[in-house]
């Protein structure tokens, strides 16, 4: 079975229960129905911008030097390392060094993956997310039991989805 039928038929099987809210009432079954396609599509984007970010990433990463098995051998430890040597003497001046390495470290960071933060694979389900709850709150019809349920369901499913299409096959 493909994996388009695969899940066509996973998303049919898991709306059969759910269409039996609507014997409970239509502001249950929109509830949950809005606040589950919500999670669902917020969980699917953010695992596939965060895998493509990923991916982008390995293709940057510089490979260091590494010691051969002779010298994993003789000094598994570093203990007779040149650089040992040269460590700086005053642990506080150490210290400011690292936390002036880490501040730089957060802005560059943040600017690199800021365009996973702004994806849109992200925006667009939040966006859709704030809608549906906007649009369900004028109408009179949230039910906030049903919508944080579904909310939680969607998560799950939306994870359960993005294993099969993104995380599941690293070789893509």
């Not at 960071?109 to 709150?137: D, E, H, W």
């Given at each position: ?49 965060y895998r ?11 490979i260091g ?23 700086i003497a ?83």
């Amino acid at each position: 079975m493909t994996k388009i039928k695969r899940t066509a038929l996973f998303i049919v099987l898991l709306h059969l229960p759910i269409a039996l809210l609507l014997v409970i009432s239509d502001a249950t079954f929109a509830s949950f129905e809005v606040a589950m396609l919500s999670g669902a599509m917020i969980t699917m984007g953010s695992l596939y911008a965060y895998r493509n970010m990923i991916h982008s990433k390995v293709g940057e990463a510089e490979i260091g030097d590494h010691k051969d098995a002779i010298d994993m051998m003789e000094d598994p430890y570093d203990l007779y390392d040149d650089e040992r040597d040269m460590e700086i003497a005053d642990v506080k001046e150490m210290i400011k060094a690292e936390k002036q390495l880490q501040k730089k470290a957060i802005l560059e960071n943040t600017v690199k993956n800021g365009s996973a933060l702004i994806s849109i694979y992200r925006v667009i389900p939040y966006v859709f997310f704030a809608m549906g709850f906007v649009i369900l709150q004028n109408s009179h019809m949230m039910q906030l039991l049903a919508y944080l349920v579904g909310l939680g369901y969607g998560i799950v499913i939306g994870y359960l989805i993005a294993k099969e299409w993104f995380i599941g096959h690293s070789s893509d």
